[in-house]
């Protein structure tokens, strides 16, 4: 027996059609060949400009692809995805009437007519998710201890795994910042996409001053949106937390320069200590002077 936790703040979007790979090829930042390969792919749909619109798991089931999202936004990603449809072979629908995503963690389980089961793309140590039909989801969840939302919450945090409208805005945060780069949600090798070529030169020119770090206060750490401050300067702002963890989107070089002051770094009053995600490769770049 395990937990399972309903996954409120997520729905679900059907692709299908015979032109369902390709148009989904040409917009997203990942390579839609990795579903094979791997059960299911982080991605973002993007401005020109190069900033994250739409962040989602794609998986794929018998005749297309379902798209795991954040509620808020689905309605405006429907828009956008019928928008580029045009007169492309595919039917996009909204199935947040029909499906429920749930969180697995660890527990193993297997679905077939049901639904589907796939580990988190992300991390491995995230465990599954499920995408349910709602008329099954009594049977689904039967031999399943209910878990609440603060268990995914804190294994998110655990390894320090960022999600869009909670540790980063969508519409001004490019994928480096969010941590695509590191997380597998770009390819950089596939064809073209909506804001290929401002992704593709940050990446050359390898200088990204904002990142994901992991946030550990004194006591518990205040609503999000708070700024991490020094005495004198603002450094990051706080992302998801829960009691005495969490995330923050930060500027590393300010964060390298207070760290080898030695300042006091705060949010709203609370003392904090930062820290780098295990999966990630930068550091805190202090230079001399």
């Known amino acids: 027996m395990g937990k399972v936790v309903t996954l409120l703040d997520r729905t679900v979007i059907e692709i299908t059609g015979g032109d369902a790979y390709d148009f989904l090829q040409g917009l ?3 390579d839609m060949a990795k579903v094979a390969e791997k059960g299911a792919l982080l991605a973002a749909l993007l401005t020109p400009q190069g900033k994250i619109n739409y962040e989602f798991f794609i998986v794929r089931v018998s005749g297309g692809f379902l798209i795991d999202t954040p509620k808020g936004g ?70 399943l201890e209910p878990g609440l939302e603060e268990d995914y919450i804190k294994a998110r945090l655990a390894l320090g795994l960022p999600e869009g409208g909670h540790d980063y805005a969508f519409g001004d945060s490019f994928v480096h910042e969010a941590g695509y780069d590191l997380l597998d949600g770009v390819d950089f090798n596939k064809g073209c996409y909506v804001g290929q070529e ?13 990142r994901v770090v992991l946030v550990e206060g004194m006591s518990d750490l205040p609503e999000p949106g708070s700024e991490i401050r020094t005495q004198s300067s603002m ?38 200590q930062l820290s780098i995600p295990s999966w990630a490769n930068y550091d805190f770049p202090y230079e001399e002077g």
């Not at 593709?200 to 020119?205: C, K, T």
């Not at 998801?240 to 969490?246: K, P």
């Not at 500027?251 to 320069?257: G, I, M, N, P, Q």
């Open 198 to 210: 401002v992704v593709s030169r940050m990446h050359h020119r390898g200088s990204v001053r904002k």
């Open 74 to 143: 689905a309605a405006d990603l429907l828009k956008k995805l019928t928008l580029y449809k045009m007169r492309s072979n595919v039917d996009i629908k909204d199935l947040s009437e029909s499906h429920m995503v749930f969180w697995l963690g660890q527990v193993d389980v297997d679905l077939s007519e049901d639904g589907v089961v796939f580990l988190d793309p992300r991390s491995a140590q995230m465990g599954k998710r499920a995408i349910v039909k709602l008329d099954q989801v009594g049977s689904f969840v039967e031999d």
């Open 28 to 30: 997203i930042t990942n």
């Open 235 to 272: 450094i990051g702002v706080l992302g998801t937390r829960f009691e005495r963890q969490g995330l923050a989107m930060v500027r590393l070089d300010r964060c390298a320069k207070a760290l080898a002051k030695e300042d006091d770094l705060r949010v709203e009053g609370v003392g904090v």
